[in-house]
T-cell receptor
C-alpha cells in the first residue's frame, strides 16, 4: 500500500459526459501529480500541484482540469469525454517538488472507460 | 523541457541471464534518476534510484549506472527471474517534474 488513495477504481461512462477523479496523497506529501496511461503506453504527465498551487503542466487537454484543495487532496475533472480518453489515470504524491524531487508514490489508478 | 528516451521497448531474456535497459536525458540540470517497475494492471513502484552525485548504485540483483557527461543512465538486472517480468520505466527530474521514458517490457523466459 503506497498510502495514496484514488477513487473511483473503475468508471464507465459515455462520450460527451464529465467525470471527476479524486486523489488523497500520502500523509505529509505536499505534491500531487496526475498521469494518464493509455493501453500499453507510457506515463503521460498531465499536471502537478504543490501545496495547493499549480506547479507544472504537461500535455493536458483543455477539456481536462484539476485542482488541489487546502486539505491537499486533488481532483482531476475530465469533460466532453471522447473514446480516446479511455485510460488508466494515476495520481502520485511526493514530499517535495522541483530540484529536490524524490520518490513518487503512486495510487492504484482510476480506470476510465468511455463508450 | 526534459526529454527522456528509453531503449529497448521490449526485451526478452532467458531466466538467469542479465537484462540491461538504457535511458538518455536532455536536461543537464536533472539530478534525480529513478526506475519504476509496473506489473500488469498494477501501479508503478520504485525499485531503485540514483542522484547525480553518484555514478553507480546497487541493490541485490539490481544496479543503476549514471554517466552525467553523456547524459545517460542504465538499469542492470542480473540473474533474472520470471517475477522480474514487467514494464520498467526510467525517469529524470526537470522543471518541477519527473519525466518518464516510454517503458521497456521485459519478459523473462523460464
Amino acid at each position: 500500500d503506497s498510502g495514496v488513495t484514488q477513487t473511483p477504481k473503475h468508471l464507465i461512462t459515455a462520450t460527451g459526459q464529465r467525470v471527476t477523479l479524486r486523489c488523497s496523497p500520502r500523509s505529509g506529501d505536499l505534491s500531487v501529480y496526475w498521469y494518464q496511461q493509455s493501453l500499453d503506453q507510457g506515463l503521460q504527465f498531465l499536471i502537478q500541484y504543490y501545496n495547493g498551487e499549480e506547479r507544472a503542466k504537461g500535455n493536458i487537454l483543455e477539456r481536462f482540469s484539476a485542482q488541489q484543495f487546502p486539505d491537499l487532496h486533488s481532483e482531476l475533472n475530465l469533460s466532453s469525454l471522447e473514446l480516446g480518453d479511455s485510460a488508466l489515470y494515476f495520481c502520485a504524491s511526493s514530499v517535495v517538488s522541483g530540484s529536490n524531487t524524490g520518490e513518487l508514490f503512486f495510487g492504484e489508478g482510476s480506470r476510465l472507460t468511455v463508450l | 523541457g526534459e526529454n527522456v528516451e528509453q531503449h529497448p521497448s521490449t526485451l526478452s531474456v532467458q531466466e538467469g541471464d542479465s537484462a540491461v535497459i538504457k535511458c538518455t536525458y536532455s536536461d543537464s540540470a536533472s539530478n534525480y534518476f529513478p526506475w519504476y517497475k509496473q506489473e500488469l494492471g498494477k501501479r508503478p513502484q520504485l525499485i531503485i534510484d540514483i542522484r547525480s552525485n553518484v555514478g553507480e548504485k546497487k541493490d541485490q540483483r539490481i544496479a543503476v549506472t549514471l554517466n552525467k557527461t553523456a547524459k545517460h543512465f542504465s538499469l542492470h538486472i542480473t540473474e533474472t527471474q520470471p517475477e522480474d517480468s514487467a514494464v520498467y520505466f526510467c525517469a529524470a527530474t526537470g522543471a518541477n517534474n519527473l519525466f518518464f521514458g516510454t517503458g521497456t517490457r521485459l519478459t523473462v523466459i523460464p
